[in-house]
Nanobody
Framework: VQLQASGGGLVQPGGSLRLSCAAS????????MGWHRQAPGKQRELVAA???????NYAGSVKGRFTISRDIVGNTVYLQMNSLKPEDTAVYYC????????WGQGTQVTVSS
């Protein structure tokens, strides 16, 4: 499966961004889709995930601020990010879990005044 991420950019603290991840196949057939991020000098970490059942999971640091959702018809997963903080600055990667992990190309999110 190929994943195309978009929507990153520069935003001021407290602002919002919405990331999109378009998949090349039906996302309903994918076990879990998620967003991960990697900040400079840090390990990649899970931000949010949505299972085939629709259940969601969030990192504690983003809970209440970020929302993951999906458009099954459009084969797209979204990450709505509100109340952004400088520590949210990272490259965000879309992930699909099938028989193995598939990754998108990453999109840069920079939160700075």
């Amino acid at each position: 499966v190929q994943l195309q991420a978009s929507g990153g950019g520069l935003v001021q603290p407290g602002g919002s961004l919405r990331l999109s991840c378009a998949a090349s196949r039906s996302i309903f057939s994918i076990n879990v889709m998620g967003w991960h991020r990697q900040a400079p000098g840090k390990q990649r970490e899970l931000v949010a995930a949505i299972a085939k059942s629709g259940s969601t999971n969030y990192a504690g640091s983003v809970k209440g601020r970020f929302t993951i959702s999906r458009d099954i018809v459009g084969n797209t997963v979204y990450l709505q990010m509100n109340s952004l903080k400088p520590e949210d600055t990272a490259v965000y990667y879309c992930n699909a879990k099938l028989y193995e992990d598939f990754w998108g190309q990453g999109t840069q999110v920079t939160v700075s005044s």
